[in-house]
């Protein structure tokens, strides 16, 4: 059962269309399937497309967002729920904590950041949940090539390119959810490529 999800997404209001449709779109879909919504609280970009999409349906919204960016005005006010914590690390803590899914629209370094961390954290077993990249208009290509690259030169074992589904519509989220292989914290076994102590 997905109840949760945690979304990490752009908040520029200047990408092309198509990225700010289909963050709308991933909250309406979330929301018609029930699931709460935990991102970074922003009103702004593809953070405001996919709230208000998912707000629109109904859906459950939680923002997570820190003092400062709150006091520069960046928070969502329509959200079920906002919380303010004191800096970046506690809000991605936050962000990912009890999440059945971590998913990652289209966005700059503050998305890529915290999309690496879960996959950092999932590759050491502490993270065990799904990761989706919504690949909208291929723009992960080169990060997924990168990741892949890291895996051909040995930096990551092969198991872990089972870490994260890549889909290219917000209406395959819900079943990349589903067919995600499980993860356990087994996974940190392999974390690194070492050799054998002689
Ligand atoms: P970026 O993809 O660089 O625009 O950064 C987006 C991510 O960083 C979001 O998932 C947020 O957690 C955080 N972030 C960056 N800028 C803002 C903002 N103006 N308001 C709220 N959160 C932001």
Request: proline letters at 3%; a negative charge; one cysteine or more.
């Amino acid at each position: 059962m997905i109840k949760r999800v945690c979304v990490y997404c752009a908040s520029s209001d200047f990408s092309d269309k198509i990225y700010l449709d289909a963050a709308y779109k991933l909250g309406e879909i979330l929301a018609e399937a029930s699931i709460t919504i935990v991102y970074g609280g922003g009103s702004a970009g593809l953070m405001g497309m996919l709230a208000n999409g998912a707000l629109s349906k109904g859906g459950k919204v939680i923002g997570i967002i820190p003092q400062f960016m709150y006091e520069l005005e960046w928070g969502h006010e329509g959200l079920t729920e906002l919380q303010i914590v004191n800096n970046m690390n506690e809000r991605k803590e936050l962000m990912m904590m009890n999440t059945d899914a971590a998913i990652a629209l289209p966005g700059g370094s503050g998305t890529l950041e915290e999309l690496f961390e879960t996959i950092t954290l999932k590759r050491l077993g502490v993270y065990l949940s799904p990761i989706i990249f919504v690949n909208i208009k291929n723009y992960f290509d080169p990060c997924i090539q990168l990741l892949d690259n890291a895996i051909e030169e040995k930096f990551m074992d092969q198991r872990n390119k089972q870490m994260w589904k890549v889909v290219d519509d917000p209406d395959n989220v819900l079943n990349a959810i589903k067919n995600s292989p499980a993860w356990t914290e087994d996974a940190r076994h392999f974390a690194t490529l070492k050799k054998d102590k002689a």
